[in-house]
């Protein structure tokens, strides 16, 4: 009896300090209640260092995401001959954020990723984590292309970027990782487009059978794809530049520009032709004269490309590319197979 009478002696006189509280705060609209700032400490200080950062940003989380409606439960009515005060708005706020468990001592809601995704104030997400590694790639390239690989140092690249330059060094340990990761990048993106575009496949003899068969409108198609991919798209134009600038400065630069835009391209045009020569697709010609004659035209109008002064210009060079292809197929495709099928 004696234990009850002492409970309920602590709940009456936890009322009257409550409604103490209010009576003090009465007469004053604080911008933020010392009720909401205690709760705010009280959910920051709780736990280990590391996790107040995330304990914080789960309160403006469950700030934002609760209903309007919570904060005025107590709104309507009256308590003493009085309106409710504003810390009741508080105190079924502090509820709420309960039934959430956002306050300390409940298990956490979400994972640091579903953080980064959760709504800020004012209904607007939050801004979504930069690709450092990407950006450090992307502006390398810019100013490699610009003001050429052994002018460019780490710094000028984080600059560019907007970090410090340790920061680069935790993604790349030196500029010629960079590089190296660079020409990774252009080969996968190479690939991906020759299938976009719809370049035979395989071997060489089923590419020579595909070939064989082609339309000249059709293989005219993939002339001005793949022209349009050194001249239009960013990363492959940025890529071919810096190699044109760099193969008079730097020896190693100078040999990856011969092997993506002379000897590579030649070495296969040569092997294709000789190919279908042998297979009596082409009238009997020197294969290397041939992949010499194919592919001259076309590089001197990727690199006239660059100085197109405008989108009139450069759609000159595209249906120059064309008429190339189609009379050079023209010229050499034996007469059984000079139109293709139809």
């Given at each position: 009896?004696?234990r009850?009478?002492?409970r309920?002696?602590g709940?009456?006189?936890?009322?009257?300090?409550a409604?103490?509280?209010?009576?003090?705060?009465?007469?004053?609209a604080?911008?933020?209640?010392a009720l909401a700032?205690?709760?705010?400490?009280?959910?920051?200080?709780?736990g280990s260092g590391?996790?107040?950062?995330e304990r914080?940003?789960?309160?403006r989380?469950?700030?934002?995401?609760?209903?309007?409606e919570?904060?005025?439960i107590?709104?309507?009515g009256h308590?003493?001959?009085?309106p409710?005060?504003?810390?009741?708005?508080?105190?079924?706020?502090l509820?709420?954020?309960r039934?959430?468990?956002?306050?300390?001592?409940?298990?956490?809601?979400?994972?640091?990723?579903?953080l980064?995704r959760?709504?800020?104030?004012g209904?607007?997400r939050?801004?979504p984590?930069?690709n450092t590694k990407?950006?450090?790639?992307?502006?390398?390239l810019?100013?490699?292309?610009?003001?050429?690989?052994?002018?460019?140092?780490?710094?000028?690249i984080?600059a560019?970027?907007?970090?410090?330059?340790?920061?680069?060094?935790?993604h790349?340990a030196?500029?010629?990782?960079?590089?190296?990761?660079?020409i990774?990048?252009m080969?996968?993106r190479?690939e991906?487009?020759?299938?976009?575009i719809?370049l035979?496949e395989?071997s060489?003899?089923?590419q020579?059978?595909?070939?064989a068969?082609?339309?000249?409108?059709?293989?005219?198609?993939?002339?001005?794809?793949?022209?349009?991919?050194w001249?239009?798209?960013?990363f492959?134009?940025?890529?071919?530049q810096?190699l044109?600038?760099?193969?008079?400065r730097?020896?190693?630069l100078g040999a990856?520009?011969?092997?993506?835009?002379i000897?590579?391209p030649l070495?296969?045009?040569?092997?294709?032709?000789?190919?279908?020569v042998e297979?009596g697709?082409?009238?009997?010609d020197?294969?290397?004269?041939?992949?010499?004659e194919f592919f001259?035209?076309?590089?001197m109008?990727?690199?006239?490309a660059?100085?197109?002064?405008?989108?009139?210009?450069?759609?000159?060079?595209?249906d120059?590319?064309r008429?190339?292809?189609?009379?050079?197929?023209?010229?050499?495709?034996?007469?059984a197979?000079?139109?293709g099928?139809?």
């Open positions: 009896m004696l009850r009478v002492r309920v002696h709940a009456e006189r936890a009322r009257r300090h409604r103490q509280l209010e009576r003090r705060h009465a007469h004053r604080p911008r933020r209640p700032r205690a709760a705010h400490r009280h959910v920051v200080l709780a590391a996790r107040a950062g914080r940003a789960e309160h989380r469950a700030h934002v995401a609760l209903p309007q919570a904060g005025s107590l709104q309507v308590r003493g001959g009085r409710a005060h504003r810390l009741d708005r508080v105190r079924a706020r509820h709420a954020e039934d959430l468990r956002i306050l300390p001592g409940a298990r956490r809601a979400t994972d640091s990723r579903e980064a959760a709504p800020h104030r209904g607007h939050m801004t984590r930069r990407e950006d450090i790639l992307q502006a390398s810019r100013l490699f292309a610009r003001a050429g690989f052994e002018s460019t140092g780490m710094r000028e984080a560019a970027v907007g970090i410090q330059p340790a920061s680069v060094y935790k790349f030196c500029k010629q990782a960079i590089l190296d990761a660079l990774r990048r080969d996968e190479y991906l487009t020759a299938v976009a719809g035979p395989g060489v003899d089923e020579v059978r595909d070939y068969v082609t339309p000249f409108a059709r293989m005219a198609d993939l002339g001005e794809g793949m022209f349009r991919y001249t239009e798209d960013e492959a134009t940025l890529f071919r810096m044109t600038v760099e193969q008079y730097t020896p190693e990856l520009y011969r092997r993506y835009f000897e590579a070495a296969w045009q040569e092997t294709l032709f000789a190919s279908m297979s697709a082409f009238l009997r020197d294969p290397k004269m041939l992949a010499l001259a035209p076309l590089m109008l990727i690199q006239a660059d100085g197109a002064g405008d989108e009139a210009a450069r759609e000159r060079l595209v120059l590319a008429q190339h292809v189609i009379r050079f197929g023209e010229r050499h495709a034996c007469a197979s000079a139109e099928p139809e």
